[in-house]
């Protein structure tokens, strides 16, 4: 799918019924096929020489991977913005400013957080989204977040949590098992949600969930947490930026917007990359913590789908890391299948069993499986409980596009 | 080329395999392979041109009898926007409202490149009056009243402010009524055509006027905001009008603004401007003679 080294921006296909292969159906049936997004992602300047059919399918894969700010940031970036068609520029500026939201309300809800957790705790560090605009790191600019994502010491823990429900978040599900669940199980609070703002914080102690198989202590993060300037707020170090957010992609279950985690990947590498200090911290850290899979395959698809410079020696090092071959194989399979752009045309998006096997990987991996088939098994049985008439009645307040934001929750 | 260029097998055709069509500055790219969708919108929409084959398409709209394999008794239509599902609808005779559903949704969701209100609004010599309210005040029953008195039709769901000169981008697309205004306009008036009336839908019936060739073909030409008239049909009120501050005309273009928090500052000085500029009015009235003749002098 990632059609590597073939840039060529024409298409040529064969025309069914022999229509003239250029004809827009034909183009747009094989323009569908491949991810232009990703030949933008890697060489903008090509955005200059796409017509208008390959315009519409590229703002699909982009909206459809979470990434249309991100690519109107990335194409203002490299100067081809005046070169669009001006009907896909709108588009392009439309969802800059949907991302220009978000942006505006992860700095307002950073420093609410901020104030109502003075005294609580010594050192906030913004994880991810947050982190990313508040430190002014530049994939920020035009990504699309949701939560505001904090790390603090665990023994502060109860002191964060009672300051932050003084100051209006309460917990997002009230049902004792998913609260034992996160209290039990998990690397988080069970998220809160602000009454008045409907804004979601997630408190973390650490980055992974204690029940699986890594373990990194919550207090090395914090130690070497650096501050960001002026704002009495902290970022996690360059390395650990970058483990926390392959972690997340290649151990936890966000392969839904897997791209878009992709991109943030290969945006911090660029970013930190020329660093002295920065891939020696990486494969250290990444061998201590035992991280060496998950950093693996990070760099690993950072290469191969978004050409990110990776230093040879870094990635000789990762080898020995690497999976044995049939389960590259599989990984190469699933990995692909779910990063497969979004094509306007419903009958090409599928992809979903890819999805739901990599999720399932995802929680083999953050808990043993006796725990694992408990959980699952009470998923389960609430899932068909929520089947029976009586409960859809209860739930029908809730309506039609209720998204299931804590998918990968539980 | 015209909609109504193509015969009704050409445009069946070109529906089954994607037919993209300029409604106002958008682009909509449709494939639709339910028969009983073809004839209400090739009727509804055949003032409007088809896009040129380098124009990108805005939005993708999909429309198919969708057969689920566990239940394969019951044939379901499924509408994608952009390629992934939005909605399912039990009744093929439905696939039109439905498509117009969607389609207001996928650009009230997407279009912030504009400040959009949930507004109808109609031009008269180059001069728009807006016309916001909540479902139910009678809002599109006023505009098609307007529409039929030979006013221009801009948009009878969208107010789309445009952020560099304040001017008014045309979206014009088929009127919708509800139940009885289907009706009363009728009554009002007779040669007014109906090109699609669907009962049965979560709304009741609903009907589509066909949008006035003229306003079709004048999609491009925007037109500046000169008043805000806010309707409320009332059984048996006399015709009134009366003027609201700046601030209540704020206000009311506010409540109706779809995209004002996305636009943050941006929207907010379009918003204060607009109602800096465009002088408000309440209309409370029973007779569709009336509130004509009364937005006519409002605007004049």
Not at chain 1, 270 to 285: C, E, K, M, N, Q
Not at chain 1, 322 to 333: E, I, N, T, Y
Not at chain 2, 93 to 122: C, D, K
């Amino acid at each position: 799918m990632s059609g590597r080294g073939a840039d060529a921006v024409a298409v040529p296909a064969a025309g069914p019924e022999g229509r003239p292969a250029d004809s827009p159906p034909a183009r747009f049936a094989a323009a569908t096929r491949e991810s232009l997004l990703l030949r933008v992602l890697r060489r903008p300047q090509i955005a200059a020489e796409l017509g208008g059919a390959d315009w519409g399918v590229l703002l699909v894969q982009a909206s459809g991977a979470a990434l249309g700010g991100r690519l109107a940031a990335l194409l203002e970036d490299a100067g081809v913005l005046d070169r669009v068609p001006a009907r896909a520029r709108d588009r392009l500026a439309a969802a800059r400013r949907t991302a220009d939201r978000y942006e505006r309300i992860t700095r307002w809800e950073v420093a609410c957080t901020q104030r109502a957790l003075r005294g609580a705790t010594e050192r906030i560090v913004l994880l991810k989204g947050a982190a990313y605009v508040i430190a002014g790191v530049p994939i920020g600019r035009g990504r699309i977040m949701s939560d505001v994502d904090i790390l603090v010491a665990r023994p502060d823990l109860p002191a964060v949590e009672a300051a932050v429900r003084v100051h209006g978040w309460r917990p997002v599900k009230s049902d004792p098992y998913d609260e034992h669940y996160y209290r039990e199980y998990m690397h988080e609070l069970p998220p809160l949600v602000h009454e008045e703002r409907g804004t979601v914080l997630d408190i973390h102690h650490t980055i992974v969930p204690p029940t699986s198989r890594l373990k990194i202590a919550g207090a090395d993060l914090l130690a070497a947490a650096e501050p960001i300037g002026g704002t009495g707020l902290w970022r996690l170090a360059p390395p650990d930026m970058l483990l926390h957010t392959a972690i997340h992609l290649f151990h936890d279950g966000e392969v839904f917007g897997g791209l878009r985690e992709l991109v943030d990947l290969d945006g911090l590498i660029r970013l930190f990359g020329a660093r002295p200090d920065f891939w020696p911290g990486v494969v250290d850290r990444a061998g201590h913590r035992g991280l060496g899979r998950p950093l693996f395959y990070a760099l690993h698809y950072c290469r191969h789908f978004l050409e990110t410079p990776v230093p040879d020696m870094v990635h000789a090092r990762l080898a020995t890391y690497a999976p044995p071959a049939p389960v590259r194989l599989l990984m190469d399979r699933l990995v692909a299948a779910a990063f497969a752009p979004v094509s306007p045309r419903p009958e090409d998006n599928g992809g979903a069993a890819a999805r739901w096997l990599l999720y399932v990987r995802s929680h083999w991996l953050r808990m043993p499986p006796l725990l694992l088939a408990r959980h699952l098994g009470r998923k389960a049985l609430v899932r068909f409980a929520a089947r029976t008439p009586k409960a859809r009645s209860t739930r029908s307040g809730r309506g039609r596009g209720a998204p299931d934001r804590r998918r990968r929750g539980a | 080329m015209k909609v109504s260029d193509l015969t009704s097998d050409a445009f069946a055709a070109a529906l089954g395999s994607g037919l993209a069509v300029r409604l106002g500055p958008f682009v909509v790219h449709w494939r639709v392979t339910v028969p009983a969708a073809r004839g209400p919108l090739h009727a509804l929409y055949a003032h409007h041109p088809l896009a040129e084959p380098d124009e990108p398409p805005d939005v993708y709209v999909d429309c198919r009898a969708h057969l689920n394999p566990r239940r394969p008794w019951s044939r379901r239509i499924h509408l994608s926007i952009d390629g992934r599902f939005h909605a399912a609808q039990a009744r093929a005779q439905l696939s039109v409202p439905a498509l117009e559903w969607t389609m207001n949704w996928s650009l009230a969701t997407r279009a912030h490149e504009y400040l959009m209100l949930h507004a109808a609004v109609v031009a008269r010599d180059g001069r728009a009056v807006i016309l916001p309210a909540p479902p139910g005040s009678g809002k599109s029953t006023l505009c098609g009243a307007l529409v039929a008195r030979g006013w221009r039709l801009l948009s009878d769901e969208f107010t789309l402010i445009r952020p560099g000169d304040g001017l008014i981008a045309p979206l014009p697309r088929p009127v919708s009524l509800k139940e009885g205004a289907i009706a009363v306009m009728r009554r009002f008036a007779p040669e007014h055509m109906f090109a699609g009336v669907f009962p049965g839908t979560v709304k009741g019936t609903v009907g589509y006027v066909l949008p006035p060739a003229a306003s079709v073909a004048a999609q491009d030409e925007p037109a500046r905001p000169c008043c805000v008239v806010l309707p409320r049909w009332r059984s048996g009120a006399a015709v009134r009008t009366e003027a609201l501050s700046r601030t209540g005309t704020f206000l009311a273009l506010n409540r109706n603004a779809v995209n004002y928090s996305i636009l943050g500052e941006r929207g907010a000085a379009l918003l204060a401007g607009l109602a800096g500029g465009c002088p408000g009015h309440r209309l409370a009235y029973d007779s569709l003679d009336d509130a004509v003749d009364a937005v006519g002098g409002l605007a004049a």
